[in-house]
């Protein structure tokens, strides 16, 4: 509900979506859920491993390495991409809640529709192109309210 006391709903003109439209962006963040849950818990499961193991071992560290193909730099870079993944995740989650909620297409700082465009090329967006253009800090824009 908006602050005029309307409800939103999925048939809203302003955003130029329709039903099937809004199934079809659906399925789309269904299945990027899938992929990255999927990837992260992939990488989760090597830095656990890594960090099972005695790193004032040589030996021990040399056989991991060894056993995933991958060097320390490649761990710490597995790490960052796990943060940015998860931060995609929620995103992808806060954007199925915007559907099932009925404010999809909705821009969470301006209030005005998303172009289809952009919702089709980035679905899990909450923003459209003006707020995007705003002085905020980017990780501001990254987690707005839903």
């Known amino acids: 509900m908006n602050a005029e006391g309307v409800e939103r709903s999925y048939t809203n003109p302003s955003v ?9 962006l659906e399925r789309k963040l ?20 890594f960090n099972t193991i005695d790193i004032t071992d040589g030996e021990q ?3 991991f390495v ?13 790490a960052d991409l796990i ?16 559907i099932r909620k009925g ?16 919702l089709w090329q980035f679905p899990h967006t909450a923003l459209c192109e003006e707020a995007l253009n705003k002085d905020e800090p980017k990780w501001e824009k990254d987690y707005a309210i839903f």
């Open 16 to 24: 130029n979506l329709s039903s099937e439209d809004l199934r079809i």
């Open 30 to 49: 269904l299945k990027k859920r899938e992929e990255l849950r999927e990837e992260i818990e992939t990488k989760e499961e090597i830095l656990h491993l």
């Open 61 to 63: 560290v040399i056989q």
């Open 66 to 78: 060894q056993e995933v193909r991958l060097g320390l730099k490649d761990l710490e870079r597995m």
């Open 83 to 98: 943060l940015s993944q998860r931060r995609y995740l929620d995103q992808i989650q806060r954007a199925l809640y915007r």
């Open 103 to 118: 404010t999809y297409g909705i821009c969470t700082v301006t209030g005005k529709p998303i172009s289809r465009e952009r």
